[in-house]
């Protein structure tokens, strides 16, 4: 027996007690080709005993390539679920986020058909139907969701995400039950509503971030439910991101202009609610507000990370709204575990399709921060692809909050180093090689040199600042001379309201492939279009 | 006296009657430099004889670039109003979108600083003072509205649109009023409310299109109103755009669409709430919803335009919301006042940031219909400048409606013709010259060719279904090639989740610039980076 409560406690409707087996029993129900929802965004609250059980069972039996799916999940689930399955050959296509460097690879190998998409706009797909149109009954085959428990009426308590298991439960006849017993129940910390399709769709009506609209289980009919299956297995989470001298230069901007703002009268004092994405700049963000000046502060967001835990510590937090708890494995859900009275009450998990709503985070003012791959001139964005093709993890909820917030920032180091130039590659380009996100959605850009305010700029005035505020010293004068060349040659041609030169736009990028850094002799080019 | 009634009718507070004065009496109150709001969207309800009133002024005066002014308007006005002040070099900056030979002139040559915004965006960021920030008040200067009529407490009646007005009220202290008496009162046609800046933003509860969460005027303290001056000037809307047999395919390939969805279940019998941008193939969707089978239909949008007319005529449109009435002068707007009452219980105008909002977009679940100036095979679109570099028009609310739609759509001719070659420009190219929507907004692209139905399809699928189904015939095998030639070069490198090849990507682009057309003998490119 389990020091969180037996299975018996947590399946309170008794009738589903028929339906406990082991994991290795629930491999008859997959067949190859099969469409499948998971519970889990951004490894947290994903299922665990059966996709492991399954990928033992392809491993021991040589069925790599011949047992595959499509995964439609809320986000990233952890590496020993996804990443192993790749690894497999067990996944033909992957919907909208993943992480794992064997997902990543078979993905730009195109061995993996993946597809990244808006996460809000992703669950309501889903919902509506369109990832299924093509299969014969229109819907998924299969669903594996973990949960702290089956209410008496067969509804459900998610454990630590959300993720889109409203819109599963829309689409999907034969469901699979992980109970989770290997940690506390998550029972009375969720918000959950399963929106409606238009024109029936409810009003979302959240006003401030604590605020909640729905229940505390989601109603699950039990004569869909075709497994129970007891876990004990936490989540992988992700692994403390650690601050460094360019995420603290990088937070302390971002402290400095919140404080500017509040002066001025644009910002309240306790600022509006934070969406911040993942990772050390996330972090140091996070951590940067910990130690500052303003208080009451509120969180509408989609992942908290373990500095959210100080930030609580701090007192400076008075809610936070969220679609995952993503903690890492070791020290973050322990220490939430142990001091859960401290925080449970203060934080509010909802599905996907709500905590990533334009709705809420236009109505409440979030102040959007994400980091990007590379930005360019003119405060085009690149979230997904490095050098324009090769796909990390996918666009996330990114765009949900940097086109619905109040504040639309997105924070990166000026440089990065290649393999043999420290500051190689410039995160400040003529042009980004993918656009996530365009000029029309991003209010300040943020580097360790600075923070560039573009908020009522004209595009060739956007460049200049985003030069001279957030650009590596090493590439200044770099791509001033860029803007000045191309900005000659438009306006000479009346063409120059947003100056660009095609045949040399990616010209840094095609120097990083060929010779290893983004650093450039002259802006010269020789180009032979060989059509003679 | 006017046949609509006189100018005192119209103006009810009676205090404001002392405030009455010619156009040419306000001309004292601008000075150089000044930032400006005007109401007006797509040329419907802007100011007329105050700005017509300053450009004589200052063409009498020789004042050409010493009388120049920052103008902040929802959307475009009327030819003789912003054309012509860019004309006589009036305009030092221009937010967010606009129409005029001379404007746009200004702009591409670098006279004019122009940015443009998401609609939706662009009222609520002017609202928290983002656009003034850095004057010395943080406000607006001065506003001219145009109104059908001011209340007895001082609030005021819009005309044909209700653009930004709420937002200019918020932060702008000086008031011109223009009293239209040359049309009808639109009194009762508007939906209006002034948002609350966050935290304290409401709830936009609109759950079907024709709701109304507001009233039929807006507060305007009379204390800030320093001018009233009466006008008979009407708008100088669009001409009516004709429809051919390219967008006629296109309406077409959009109704057989509608008609699967229906018959699959995944739309209502009367669709959802329509959007459709202006032009002729705007035009050809909403006639051919009227010959067409679907009945009870609503409309949700931005604009409405001559052919909506129609479409409430066919007996199958029940309801409208726009954020404007942009008729043709002729013969929209006469037809218009001569059945009013067939038409303006039906129509309900509101403010850009209701009209636009996320919120009612998403919940009532709109069908998205814009058209882009090229779109790439992964599905990103251009909907401002031309070869990357040129303004058109601007981005208006393409991205408010397409990123929160039901169904997102973009259709545009499969070619145009360049000076040479009459299929010489292909709407689908390798990638767009410039990114106002990524591919994680657009699921289906029609051409005259077909419609390429891209949900649930990864990047590579979604490039050979565009290729197949929406390039012209010319372009088809060149596109493919390009395909196969950077689908093998990226996957051999293991970079290959969406293949581009940067050395030729805008090889059409530029061999339109060389040679007057898009086709190309062959892909071959030798490029000398000239480092050496």
Redesign the interface.
Known sequence: MSEYGTLQDRVQCKQLLNKVMAPEQTIEFFKNGMNLGWSGFTPAGYPKVVPIALADHVEKNNLQGKLKFNLFIGASVGAETEDRWATLDMID?R?PYQTGKNIA?G????RI??????LS?FA??LG???????SES?KLDLAIIEVSAIKEDGSIVPTSSCGVIPEILMICDRIILEVNTGQPSFEGIHDLLTPL???N???F?I??AGERIGSTSIPCDPSKVIAVVESKLRDQGRAFAEQDDTSEAIANHIIDFFTTEVK?G?L?KNL??IQSGVGSIANAVIGGLAKGPFKNLTVYTEVLQDTMLDLFDSGKLDAASSCSLSLSASPGFPRFFENMDKYFDKITLRPLSISN???PI????CIAMNTPVEIDIFA?ANST???????ING?GGS?DFL??G?LKMMHTPSSRPSKTDPTGISCVVPHC??????E??L?CVITEQGLADL???????RARRIIEKCAHPDYKAQLTEYLNIA?KD??AR???????L??R???M???LE??GTMK???W?????????
Request: hydrophobic content about 30%.
């Open positions: 296509r919907w690879a993905i730009n190998a195109g058909r993946m597809g990244d998409k808006h706009l309501q797909d509506y139907g369109f990832y299924t149109k093509d229109g399709t238009p024109p769709r409810q009003i009506g006003t401030h001025a644009r309240p509006l609610p709503a334009p709705e236009r109505r409440l003012g085009h692809l490095v050098g324009g093709t090769r796909m666009l765009g086109r619905n109040f090689s993918h656009i996530d996100h365009t029309h959605d209010d908020r009522g700029l004209a595009p060739k005035e900005e438009c306006l009346k063409v120059g309201h947003e100056p660009q095609w045949d736009a990616f010209k990028h095609l120097n060929k010779n450039l002799k002259n010269d080019v020789k180009i032979d279009l060989c059509e003679d």
